[in-house]
T-cell receptor, first 113, second 109 residues
Framework: NAGVTQTPKFRVLKTGQSMTLLCAQD?????MYWYRQDPGMGLRLIHY???????AKGEVPDGYNVSRLKKQNFLLGLESAAPSQTSVYFC????????????FGPGTRLLVL | GENVEQHPSTLSVQEGDSAVIKCTYS??????FPWYKQELGKGPQLIID?????GEKKDQRIAVTLNKTAKHFSLHITETQPEDSAVYFC????????FGAGTTVTVRA
């Protein structure tokens, strides 16, 4: 039981490049989330999904897109990376409720030059 | 939306002393308040949570208290140990979890 895994662990991009971050969970959770973590700002929700084939915007969605084609996977895409998207990205998953524990992955550190 | 404020931003304690972190929230409809611990280079991990129908919850050396009237909740760590050094986040839910900015706790040996 690996829990929540994220790929890649670290990536350097040039401004304007695109990339996809992959999140996978093996806990059969319905809900999945993408957060970004910046110094002094805690965790901010980018997008989330309440089930396969559904996605919704969170607090800071601009510049990102997501897809949930399979229940166990949640992809975060950056179409044209900007230096402001330099951050640590965390994926999380939970059972279907607002009041359930969210399980976090180990994070992806992204540097945009 | 929900706004969670967390204090202090940094906390240094002597090993064996207690540590207290306080959070306030704005949305009276929030009913779930988890606390996460994040060690260096890792993702946040739940350490304790409390729901709105409970005023206090304890798990070994950690405890959380909730005052719904005042809209604040606190984390208490007793008999601190070096392995308690980490960043701690509080959170409250409305349609999503809203996190505080975090408290960096350092336990001095």
């Amino acid at each position: 039981n690996a829990g929540v895994t994220q790929t890649p662990k670290f990536r350097v991009l040039k401004t304007g490049q695109s990339m996809t971050l992959l999140c996978a969970q093996d806990m059969n959770h319905e809900y999945m989330y993408w957060y970004r973590q910046d110094p002094g700002m805690g965790l901010r929700l980018i997008h989330y999904s309440v089930g396969e084939g559904t996605t919704a915007k969170g607090e800071v969605p601009d510049g990102y897109n997501v897809s949930r084609l399979k229940k166990q996977n949640f992809l975060l895409g950056l179409e044209s990376a900007a230096p402001s998207q330099t951050s640590v990205y965390f994926c999380a998953s939970s059972y279907p409720s607002r009041a359930e524990t969210q399980y976090f992955g180990p994070g992806t550190r992204l540097l945009v030059l | 939306g929900e706004n969670v404020e967390q204090h202090p931003s940094t906390l240094s304690v002597q090993e064996g002393d207690s540590a207290v972190i306080k959070c306030t929230y704005s949305d009276s409809a929030s009913n779930y308040f988890p606390w996460y611990k994040q060690e260096l280079g890792k993702g946040p991990q739940l350490i304790i949570d409390i729901r709105s129908n409970v005023g206090e919850k304890k798990d070994q050396r950690i405890a959380v208290t909730l005052n719904k009237t005042a809209k604040h909740f606190s984390l208490h760590i007793t008999e601190t140990q070096p392995e308690d050094s980490a960043v701690y986040f509080c959170a409250a839910n409305d349609y999503k979890l809203s996190f505080g900015a975090g408290t960096t706790v350092t336990v001095r040996a």
